[in-house]
Nanobody, 115 residues
């Protein structure tokens, strides 16, 4: 089992920045990929960014150049630095960890960007 605890969401004006954190505990040695997804009400949860244990990253096109995902393996924590935020970035953001073929999810943190 892997447990994920997120922090760092909130309300910010367009153009502002936020940093999300996700701390993993439990069978952390088995995690090979961590990432951030977001979900609007009534819509499917979609990938925002992901990072492997080795540091390889991928981003959805809409956040490239604005968001940066990073990982501190010593602290078992993944971060999402979000800059130049737009109102369309408003969503609930979920941390995800892939471990031995199973997905684990955090509880979600609300990010609201006002125009």
């Amino acid at each position: 089992q892997v447990q994920l605890v997120e922090s760092g969401g909130g309300l910010v004006q367009a153009g502002g920045s936020l940093r999300l954190s996700c701390a993993a505990s439990g069978r952390v040695y088995s995690i090979n990929r961590m990432g951030w997804y977001r979900q609007d009400p009534g819509k499917q949860r979609v990938l925002v960014a992901a990072i492997t244990r080795g540091g390889n990253t991928n981003y959805t096109d809409s956040v490239k150049g604005r968001f940066t995902i990073s990982r501190d393996n010593a602290k078992n924590t993944v971060y999402l630095q979000m800059n130049s935020l737009k109102p369309e970035d408003t969503a609930v953001y979920y941390c995800n960890a892939q471990s031995e073929g199973w997905p684990y999810w955090g509880q979600g943190t609300q990010v609201t960007v006002s125009s």
